[in-house]
């Protein structure tokens, strides 16, 4: 073998050599600390959907993570913003009181839906209540909306979650615009159904959460209409009360056709 090709070929071997080691080392290096995103249900829903691991850390020190007792306020209409919310586990109802006292609930938000998003000019639309217990991520307003602007993904997402909101507090209005107490009360349980069956919560029997008052709230009825519209609906044998606030669904096809699904 002449010289040159000697050397060429220790050349070869040294990187090989160096490559290998530089392979064995990368392989022992610590992994990355996981995310409590990792864990989450919420994970694939609403603006975490189309985020990477490195975008979720970002998101996550917008602002870390909150609990609430069941019944605690989140916030408070027309205060100043500090945080939005993704809830991770409860559910939380949002809601506006009029001047005379009476309230008038908005919404009803569960696993990996936002809360107290959108604002209008810095404030909160809405009073956000736990209903259970909560778990959420917090994100700063200011910081959410940066991050948001900066990320064309994100911002789909989160107009989808919007466009969401309106799309079901549309259907909800023309269904209450329309339908006699026994339906009203037959539409707000198969909302509930289906809010709880696309995330995975139990629905045998469904756990309302809500008082009869907060029903008629929601429904726009007295809470002597709500009961006796539960009442109809038990004779009917379409649904069998369960303590105070739950429900079995006795007869599915008739609650749909009662709630003019």
């Not at 040159?4 to 050599?17: A, L, S, V």
């Not at 870390?64 to 069941?70: D, E, K, L, P």
């Not at 998003?117 to 994100?139: N, Q």
């Not at 006796?228 to 599915?252: E, H, M, P, Q, T």
Request: proline share 3%.
């Amino acid at each position: 073998m002449q010289s040159g090709d000697c050397e060429g070929g220790c050349i070869k071997t040294e990187q090989i050599r160096v490559r290998d080691s530089w392979l064995a080392s990368v392989s022992q290096e610590t992994p990355l600390a996981k995310l409590p995103c990792d864990a989450c249900p919420g994970r694939s829903r609403g603006v975490c959907a189309p985020l990477d691991d490195a975008r979720l850390k970002r998101l996550l020190q917008l602002g870390g993570r909150r609990r609430w007792m069941r019944r605690e306020i989140l916030y408070r209409a027309d205060e100043p913003v500090q945080a939005f919310y993704k809830i991770t586990r409860g559910i939380v109802v949002e809601s506006r009181t009029l001047v005379d006292g009476r309230r008038q609930i908005i919404g009803i938000r569960a696993l990996g839906d936002l809360c107290g998003y959108p604002a209008h000019e810095g404030h909160y639309l809405f009073t956000g209540e736990a209903l259970t217990d909560v778990h959420a991520c917090a994100f700063n307003g200011e910081r959410f909306d940066a991050f948001v602007g900066g990320d064309v993904d994100v911002a789909c997402a989160l107009a989808q979650d919007v466009s969401g909101k309106l799309q079901r507090a549309t259907a909800h209005m023309a269904a209450m615009g329309q339908l006699r107490s026994a339906e009203r009360v037959a539409h707000f349980l198969m909302e509930m159904h289906e809010l709880y069956a696309c995330r995975y919560l139990p629905v045998h029997p469904l756990e309302l959460q809500l008082t009869r008052q907060e029903i008629a709230d929601y429904i726009g009825l007295t809470l002597e209409t709500v009961s006796r519209a539960f009442s109809k609906l038990r004779d009917l044998r379409v649904i069998a009360l369960v303590g105070n606030d739950a429900v079995a669904i006795l007869d599915k096809d008739r609650l749909c056709a009662l709630a003019g699904r």
